[in-house]
């Protein structure tokens, strides 16, 4: 009878310990979760798009090739550069009101 009141009491011990964790976890997620969802607000208030995840991976896209075109410029490729800057700056305009 006293060896299942130490395993009990062990299992007890090992049940709190493990659900600490689990909730501290959930919590630190959680606040990352906010954290992100906040800063996504933001940043689509700011811009005056929708907060979607079509229009963040359009504005992704349209500063790539904004870098593209930027890059293209330094390397001395004129029309390289006009092109990407025009394709970059039309994606942009359609999602940014």
Do not use: P, Y
């Amino acid at each position: 009878m006293h060896v299942e009141g130490f395993f009990e009491g062990l299992g007890q011990v090992l049940g709190t310990i493990i659900r600490f964790v689990v909730d501290l976890l959930t919590g630190f997620f959680d606040m990352l979760g906010s954290a992100g969802r906040d800063f996504l607000n933001g940043l689509s208030r700011a811009l005056g798009m929708e907060a979607s995840l079509l229009g963040m991976i359009a504005l992704v896209l349209g500063l790539l090739l904004l870098g593209l075109s930027v890059r293209a410029f330094v390397r001395k490729r004129v029309v390289a550069g006009i092109l990407w800057l025009l394709i970059s700056l039309w994606l942009l305009s359609l999602i940014i009101h």
